[in-house]
């Protein structure tokens, strides 16, 4: 049962264009919620978060927006560079939980220049 | 600046070889996890820990086993390696409940 969900693989954007990574969740206790860019043999390096409290956060070129509604988030890149080439994980966790974040399956982000 | 860091950055190992995979970090978090990253699968979360001595299974420990015995320093054990458990390995820490993880560099593990 895959309680948080990325349901494309891979995507591909210009440079200079807008880039949009998809997340969907099902289990309504989640609350707080990350997104990770990971680069080939290297970990997983944080970029954005965002509360269940706020409907959208920002930092510089990346935006991330929360539907709780529609229990979807997105992140948002603008405008996209090649160095932002990776593979995108968001992830959710619940307050009245454990430690734990369940991490989508990833987005490969491809940036053509 | 939060470093995490993996004893080693690739590892062959045999089939039924013993394999101890090392995290250190540096920030005095509490909590410290391993995970495994498959194609396709994601990041799955195999054990993790929220004080020394203390661990919890996560979602795949089967096969797995780990060990905190300082707090900066978190151990995943192969008892028996086989080679369904070739993958990445990724340490991460956090100060506690929902803080943001800070991952290690990965360690690409091949089980002939």
């Known amino acids: 049962d895959q309680q948080v969900k990325q349901n494309s693989p891979s995507l591909s954007v210009q440079e200079g264009r807008i880039s949009i990574l998809n997340c969907d969740y099902t289990?309504?206790?989640?609350?707080?919620f990350l997104w990770y860019k990971k680069y080939p043999a290297e970990g997983p390096t944080f970029l954005i978060s965002?509360?269940?409290?706020?409907d959208k956060n920002e930092d510089g070129r990346f935006t991330v927006f929360l539907n709780k509604s529609a229990k979807h988030l997105s992140l948002h890149i603008v405008p996209s560079q090649p160095g932002d080439s990776a593979v995108y994980f968001c992830?959710?966790?619940?307050?009245?939980?454990?430690?734990?974040?369940?991490f989508g399956t990833g987005t490969r982000l491809k940036v053509l220049a | 600046d939060v470093k995490v860091t993996q004893s080693s950055r690739y590892l062959v190992k045999r089939t039924g070889e013993k394999v101890f995979l090392e995290c250190v970090q540096d920030?005095?978090?509490?909590?410290m996890f391993w995970y495994r990253q498959d194609p396709g699968l994601g990041l799955r979360l195999i054990y993790f820990s929220y004080d020394v001595k203390m661990k919890e299974k996560g979602d795949i420990p089967e096969g797995y086993s780990v060990s905190r015995e300082k707090k900066e320093r978190f151990s995943l054990i192969l008892e028996s390696a086989s080679t369904n458990q070739t993958s990445m390995y990724l340490c991460?820490?956090?100060?506690?409940?929902?803080?943001?993880?800070?991952f290690g560099p990965g360690t690409r593990l091949l089980v002939l």
């Open positions: 920030m005095d978090h509490e909590n």
């Open positions: 992830a959710a966790s619940a307050a009245s939980g454990t430690y734990k974040y369940i």
């Open positions: 991460a820490s956090s100060f506690g409940g929902q803080e943001t993880q800070y």
């Open positions: 965002i509360s269940s409290i706020k």
């Open positions: 289990n309504s206790m989640f609350d707080y």
